[in-house]
C-alpha cells in the first residue's frame, strides 16, 4: 500500500477544530484502494484546555503536533504553517497540503497515482493574481518579489482561474502560482522544496502588502529554484463555493472531489460544524450552485444529526 500524509495547519479554536473534525469524517468516507491515509494537524497559540478537551475525542486518528511557544511568540500563525514545512512526517510517498476549510468527497487516487508516478507537484492555479502595491502592474508584484531571491525564470504559461478568458494577458497570465488549499507533493521533492520554502516565504513579507498570500508565492519560487516539475489540476480538486466557479466550470462543478468552502457570504464556515444548533441550521439554509450541492454533500456524508456531541 502506497502512504499519502494529509497535513494541515488551524489554529486552537472551536471553529477549526470543528473543521477538522468534519475532514475527518469526509476523508475516512473515501475510497482509498491501494492507498492508506494519515492525518497531520499542525497547531500554535495559546489554547483553551476546556474547548481542547472537548474536540479531541473527534480529532483521535489524527496526529497533532504544537508549535513551540517561542516558535508562535515570534512568528504568530506562521509558526504552525511554516512547521508543515520543517517537521513532516517521514514515512509518506506524498504529502497533501489542505486548508482546514476544505472538504474532499470523491476519491482522490488517480491525483495520488499522478502525483506518485510522474513525481510532479500538482495543484489548482490561483483564483487571482496576489494583492500588490499601488502603482504595481502584475508583472511589477513579480518582479518585486523575486529580485534577489531567484535567478530561475518564471515560466507565465497558466492563467488564473477565475478571470475569464476575455481578461488582458497581463492580468490573467500566471506562473505556477497555486491555491494553497488543496497541493500534492512527491515527498521527494517536498523534501527538497521545503527548506528553500522556508528560507524564502519570511523574505516576502516586506515585498508584499497581504502577507497571507506570501507562502502561495514562497511555494511559486521554491518550485523554481528546484527545477521541480508540475501539473495543474482541475477545478475539481479545489473547487470553491464561489459563483464565479460555479458559472466557469459548470462540468467541473457536477464531478467536485474537494469543496473549498472559503467564501463566507451565505454561510460562517467557522461555525457550520461548532454545535447541534449551528448544523442544523446550515443544513436548513436555502442555497445554490456550489454552496448547496456542498451542503447536500455534507449531509450525505456527516448525516442530518449532528455527531460531535454537545458542549
Same mark, same amino acid.
Given at each position: ?160 482561474? +477565475?478571470?475569464?478568458? &476575455? ?5 490573467? $497570465?500566471?506562473?505556477?502560482? %497555486?491555491? @494553497? !488549499?488543496?497541493?500534492? =507533493? ?98 436548513? +439554509?436555502?442555497?445554490? &450552485? ?5 451542503? $447536500?454533500?455534507?449531509?450525505? %456524508?456527516? @448525516? !442530518?444529526?449532528?455527531? =460531535?456531541?454537545?458542549?
Amino acid at each position: 500500500m502506497k502512504r499519502v500524509a494529509v497535513l494541515i495547519a488551524a489554529s486552537p479554536t472551536a471553529g477549526f477544530y470543528s473543521q477538522l473534525a468534519a475532514f475527518g469524517v469526509a476523508l475516512r468516507r473515501l475510497d482509498w484502494a491501494h492507498w492508506t491515509p494519515s492525518v497531520h494537524i499542525y497547531l500554535g497559540g495559546p489554547a483553551d484546555r476546556g474547548e481542547y478537551s472537548r474536540w479531541l475525542p473527534c480529532l483521535r486518528e489524527a496526529e497533532i503536533s504544537w508549535s513551540s511557544e517561542q516558535r508562535f511568540a515570534a512568528d504568530g500563525d506562521w509558526a504552525q504553517s511554516d512547521d508543515i514545512f520543517r517537521s513532516p512526517p517521514r514515512d509518506a510517498d506524498v504529502i497533501l497540503t489542505m486548508d482546514a476549510d476544505t472538504f474532499p468527497v470523491l476519491p482522490l487516487t488517480a491525483a495520488l497515482d499522478q502525483v506518485l508516478e510522474s513525481g510532479v507537484v500538482a495543484g489548482v492555479v490561483a483564483h487571482y493574481p496576489f494583492p500588490r502595491f499601488p502603482g504595481d502592474s502584475v508583472s511589477d508584484g513579480w518582479r518585486r518579489v523575486t529580485s534577489g531571491i531567484t535567478r530561475r525564470p518564471l515560466d507565465f504559461a497558466f492563467s488564473h482561474t +477565475l478571470m475569464p478568458p &476575455g481578461t488582458p494577458e497581463d492580468l490573467r $497570465r500566471s506562473p505556477f502560482y %497555486v491555491n @494553497g !488549499g488543496v497541493v500534492f =507533493f512527491p515527498k521527494t521533492v517536498f523534501d527538497e522544496l521545503a527548506p528553500r520554502y522556508l528560507a524564502i516565504r519570511p523574505q516576502l513579507m516586506s515585498r508584499m502588502p497581504n502577507g497571507d498570500f506570501t507562502s502561495q508565492a514562497a511555494l511559486t519560487l521554491a518550485i523554481a529554484e528546484c527545477g521541480a516539475a508540475t501539473a495543474t489540476l482541475p477545478m475539481r480538486y479545489n473547487f470553491p463555493n464561489d459563483p464565479i466557479a460555479d458559472r466557469l466550470y459548470p462540468d467541473e462543478l457536477a464531478s467536485v472531489a474537494i469543496f473549498h468552502y472559503l467564501r463566507t457570504d451565505a454561510f460562517d464556515r467557522q461555525r457550520i460544524f461548532a454545535s447541534a444548533a449551528d448544523y442544523d441550521t446550515f443544513l436548513s +439554509l436555502q442555497l445554490s &450552485g456550489s454552496n448547496a450541492l456542498f451542503q $447536500r454533500c455534507v449531509r450525505r %456524508v456527516i @448525516g !442530518g444529526d449532528y455527531p =460531535f456531541g454537545r458542549p
